[in-house]
């Protein structure tokens, strides 16, 4: 079935570092690829997305990449600060009328 | 706005026992869906609902039941309680099931089941 690989499961950068967390999926016609952020406590937020006609996108410190040939996308978070600390989930989902499937997730810890 | 609404935020039940997550939506959306979350499993779809009286199964249905009689409401009802469905739920919705939407979720119930 339908599956993605998200790593790495858990993250540990110094603060100005930049964070990198990739994610490779199965289903090549996959044409949406979103990734939200979880805070403790709190639901998952959608930080960025992608669709498959575009290879870049930027958000001020965040940044997203898709390859499509090797099938897999990565967010690049860039300066990180504390307050990026959390769980990250990428996700995609295929075209016409289907649900989205999630990555287990990435924990991301920004020291200071 | 409120958003996604979810209540209670916390539940602790007995094996064997009964109960409905409440979830509701103000943005006129078509689209209501559960996860549940586990660690290390990331989130795992339930079942959900393209619009009023329709629903689905996603991946991990067993021991779930919805309906969907209004668009704004979306209950999650566990009829017999398992140690196996101590989780965090999730639900969420967006406008559409059709590519390209953004899915809002709410701030989840903690399930606790003994």
């Known amino acids: 079935g339908e599956n993605v690989e998200q790593h790495p499961s858990t993250l540990s950068v110094q603060e100005g570092d930049s964070a990198v967390i990739k994610c490779t999926y199965s289903?090549?016609?996959?044409?949406?690829f979103p990734w939200y952020k979880q805070e403790l406590g709190k639901g998952p937020q959608l930080i960025i997305d992608?669709?498959?006609?575009?290879g870049e996108k930027k958000d001020q410190r965040i940044a997203v990449t898709l390859n499509k040939t090797a099938k897999h996308f990565s967010l690049h978070i860039t300066e990180t600060q504390p307050e990026d600390s959390a769980v990250y989930f990428c996700a995609f989902q295929r075209g016409g009328y289907s649900t989205l499937t999630f990555g287990k997730g990435t924990m991301l810890l920004v020291s200071p | 706005n409120a958003g996604v609404t979810q209540t209670p935020k916390f539940q602790v039940l007995k094996t064997g026992q009964s109960m409905t997550l409440q979830c509701a939506q103000d943005m006129n959306h078509e689209y209501m869906s559960w996860y549940r979350q586990d660690p290390g499993m990331g989130l795992r779809l339930i079942h959900y609902s393209v619009g009023a009286g329709i629903t689905d199964q996603g991946e991990v249905p067993n021991g779930y039941n919805v309906s969907r009689s209004t668009t704004e409401d979306f209950p999650l009802r566990l009829l017999s309680a398992a140690p196996s469905q101590t989780s965090v739920y999730f639900c969420?919705?967006?406008?559409?099931?059709?590519?390209?939407?953004?899915?809002?979720f709410g701030d989840g119930t903690r399930l606790s089941i003994l």
């Open positions: 969420a919705s967006s406008p559409g099931l059709w590519s390209n939407q953004p899915q809002h």
């Open positions: 992608i669709r498959s006609n575009v």
């Open positions: 289903d090549s016609a996959s044409n949406y």
